[in-house]
């Protein structure tokens, strides 16, 4: 198991001579000095050390199963951030690791900090192809010509980091959930689906949940519910640095009480927590999206046997998310997925006008192109928030908005609820 933590300025002297052996494994196969160990390692400790006691200077050591396999040395200023060192041992490269390292450290970069540099040695161009495909840009060499000065935007650098991290814990996500699941239901012949933000493309750590829809060919027993049902925490409790386990909702139950909306052995996963119970509810806009977008992670595919929702479903659907609206969506608090509710408003009248269902975020472009929200800002601002929610997570000047949203929230109901008549008398 993989995991990232700075090195402590105070254990440096014990955590040198590690770090120099990975260093020294990697540059006497692609450029040795000629040197003896003993003297490149004094060399390289006598710089080191004082340099490591800056403020702005840090390692990042990557540890697998208690052993370090890899580190990651760097330092800000404030338009830089230097990629100094990142070297892992033989045995662990080409799997993500330093990618891990790179994750870490995300949220520890100053946004302000305009570029990401590196240098590359010539004779290594196994670093220079690395740093090419993450859209770095050669600018120059060093002092002695014997690296290569590479240049990225930082910002860019940095989400594509976090891009492709997320990418690859979900589907490591994906995969421990749907083979325990098997597991558990494996008498049950069990189908398994991913819909939602992440079928449509448009998961957004930090906002979006990961909506699964297990249906099974026989009754799920009450034993494999109760197994089932804390699985999410389960998960978790075995691999706490995985933050997405948490995040899958759903349902459980049988194909054929799914079908026929009857009462059944349900395990379901919800924000709030889970439970089993005896209903499950899958609206019109769910079975859209588990139709057109959904993807089969196990099992038998099964949606030809699902009647597709018919126009009038979606209607119905939309008033209730209205009344939803009128209800709650005038009371915000600070938390920033007040803004959802504008997204939610886009959405319904797209699927009012259309028939179809598109991604929130499409959802509230669309509307913010063709001018239907009152309050544009409000929108922007959901959008902005929709996209890179970790990003504006501790924003209080955003925060204070949202305490102030409910006007604007229910300014754009009444746009809806115009939608909605107009739909009601043309009979659309």
Request: glycine share 6%; with cysteine; aromatic share 10%.
């Amino acid at each position: 198991m993989i995991s990232c933590r700075f090195l402590d300025k105070n254990e440096d002297q014990r955590f040198l001579p590690l770090l120099f052996s990975i260093l020294h494994d990697n540059m006497s196969v692609i450029a040795p000095t000629g040197n003896a160990y003993e003297e490149d390692y004094a060399l390289w400790s006598g710089a080191v050390a004082p340099a490591m006691q800056k403020e702005n200077r840090h390692i990042v050591l990557i540890i697998n199963n208690e052993t370090l396999i890899g580190y990651l040395q760097y330092y800000t200023n404030e338009t830089t951030f230097m990629i100094e060192e990142a070297q892992v041992r033989p045995a662990h490269q080409g799997r993500g690791v330093l990618r891990s390292a790179f994750a870490f450290i995300c949220d520890h970069i100053s946004p302000d900090v305009l570029y990401a540099e590196a240098y590359a040695n010539k004779k290594n161009t196994r670093s220079q192809t690395i740093l090419e495909s993450h859209g770095f840009v050669r600018i120059g060499e060093n002092k002695n010509g014997n690296s290569y000065h590479y240049r990225a935007d930082c910002g860019t650098f940095l989400r594509g980091i976090r891009e492709k991290q997320i990418e690859a814990q979900l589907q490591k996500s994906f995969q421990a959930v749907t083979d325990m699941i098997a597991a558990i239901l494996a008498e049950n012949a069990p189908t398994v689906y991913l819909y939602g933000s992440v079928a449509l493309d448009d998961f957004h750590y930090g906002w979006s949940d990961i909506d699964i829809l297990v249906l099974t060919e026989k009754q799920i027993s009450p034993e494999q519910a109760e197994r089932i049902v804390h699985l999410r925490q389960e998960l978790t409790g075995r691999e706490p640095e995985n933050p997405y386990y948490r995040l899958f909702e759903g349902g459980m139950l049988r194909l054929s009480a799914f079908l026929t909306d009857t009462s059944d052995t349900v395990v379901y996963w919800g924000t709030s927590g889970e439970r089993i119970t005896d209903s499950y509810v899958f609206d019109s806009f769910c079975k859209l999206e588990l139709l057109d977008d959904g993807v089969l992670l196990y099992g038998k595919d099964v949606r030809g046997q699902i009647r597709r929702p018919p126009y009038e479903d979606l209607k119905t659907d939309v008033r209730r998310h209205f009344e939803t609206i009128r209800e709650h969506g005038g009371k915000t608090g600070r938390s920033l997925y007040s803004f959802s509710w504008l997204l939610d408003i886009s959405r319904c009248i797209y699927t009012l006008r259309t028939g179809e269902i598109i991604t929130k975020t499409k959802a509230g472009e669309w509307a913010l192109g063709n001018g239907l929200c009152p309050d544009v800002a409000a929108l922007e601002n959901a959008l902005r928030v929709r996209k890179e929610p970790k990003l504006f997570d501790k924003d209080e000047t955003l925060r204070q908005y949202a305490e102030n949203l409910g006007d604007a929230i229910q300014a754009y109901a009444d746009v809806l609820e115009k939608e909605i008549r107009r739909s009601t008398q043309t009979g659309d």
